[in-house]
């Protein structure tokens, strides 16, 4: 499962909805996110993957704090 949090929006999609192999790397699913939503690539460019152990992946926005 794939979790993303886009667009002020929450996501819960399956890999092969997303053309997701194991062994991407965070820049080509990045580059499959955005054919998916249909954007340009840069939406994605401050965003980070987290890999838990679940082996699900969880796709948010960088955090900033302070």
Do not use: C, W
């Not at 794939?2 to 194991?22: M, N």
Request: hydrophobic residues 35%; charged residues 25%.
């Amino acid at each position: 499962m794939v979790h993303i949090r886009f667009d002020g929006r929450s996501y819960d999609l399956t890999e092969q909805e997303l053309k997701i192999a194991s062994g991407m790397n965070d820049n080509q699913i990045k580059e499959r996110l955005a054919q998916h939503f249909d954007v340009g690539t840069v939406s994605f460019s401050n965003y980070v993957i987290d890999r838990p152990s679940s082996g699900d992946l969880i796709i948010r926005p960088e955090a900033v704090y302070g």
